[in-house]
């Protein structure tokens, strides 16, 4: 078990890491939405393989919560871990101990436990139970005080992290962190402005850009209202591929390139 600082660490293999722009680009793009965590892990196996992930909270005097998990292949044991987790072994957990201490010299951290690292009652309640080999995680202090994990974990079936693993994740676990912590963000944070009439909302917009067309502005205001893409479509009449298009030529016209820029949009415009 052991921790390292993101911010000096030098990977052996750093001239070899592969650019992580085209990687990410997808996982930004569903930044809020309920796909996020798909995203994600569908994102980080194209460049190291993971069989699921899990985002939740580190404070030792709150109670643990679970922010977001995802799977590779529909076999996602985060919530059935987190309950043992929650109810009782967090307390005894000592294997991010090496992480915060770095937080708190203000670094972003790293950590790496094998199943062997934890105490008989955690690793037989959540690790042998699952068949989970080993887990790598990405430590970092997120909005409102949030010492946040994202953990990223192998069964047994796989062979352990290793050191190219290692290498892999560390070259985009910042950006993975951004992304984490403001999916959280918008996911608990983004609404509507309480009482604007969407009617109203879409008008202004459309007075604001001209140059958007109908079926622009009715995608916006579904966003604007919360609800997904799919739920957009279904509105609509309209392919979730083509919810993204014309959402995609929205954004393109108004400047923005995020859903949160479209709530900031919408709030001026609803200013007194």
């Known amino acids: 078990m052991n921790a390292w600082s993101l911010d000096n660490a030098a990977s052996a293999h750093a001239s070899a890491a592969r650019p992580v722009d085209g990687l990410m680009s997808h996982v930004i793009d569903s930044l809020g939405e309920p ?18 992930f899990s985002v939740y909270q580190l404070e030792v005097h709150a109670t643990p919560r679970m922010f977001l998990s995802s799977s590779r292949s529909g076999n996602d044991v985060s919530a059935d871990c987190f309950r043992s987790y929650q109810k009782r072994l967090h307390a005894q957990d000592h294997t991010f101990d090496g992480a915060k201490q770095l937080l708190g010299h203000g670094a972003m951290a790293m ?141 393109d016209k108004l400047g923005i390139n995020f859903r949160s820029q479209l709530f900031g949009i919408a709030s001026r415009l609803v200013q007194p």
């Open 35 to 52: 796909d996020f965590g798909r995203s994600l892990i569908a994102g980080l196996n194209e460049l190291v393989q993971v069989d699921f």
């Open 111 to 251: 950590t790496y436990a094998h199943q062997s690292h934890f105490a008989p009652p955690h690793r037989e309640a959540i690790y042998s139970r699952h068949g989970i080999q080993d887990r790598l995680s990405v430590v970092c202090q997120a909005d409102q005080g949030l010492v946040l994990a994202t953990n990223f974990y192998r069964f047994e079936r796989q062979p352990m992290f290793g050191s190219s693993d290692v290498d892999a994740l560390q070259s985009v676990a910042k950006s993975v962190a951004a992304c984490v912590t403001k999916h959280i963000s918008l996911a608990q944070g983004l609404r509507p402005a309480p009482g604007p009439d969407i009617g109203a909302l879409t008008r202004e917009l459309a007075a604001l850009c001209p140059r958007l067309t109908g079926r622009e502005l009715d995608v916006c205001a579904g966003l604007l209202l919360g609800r997904t893409y799919d739920g957009i479509a279904a509105d609509l009449g309209l392919s979730v591929a083509t919810v993204k298009t014309y959402r995609a030529r929205a954004y």
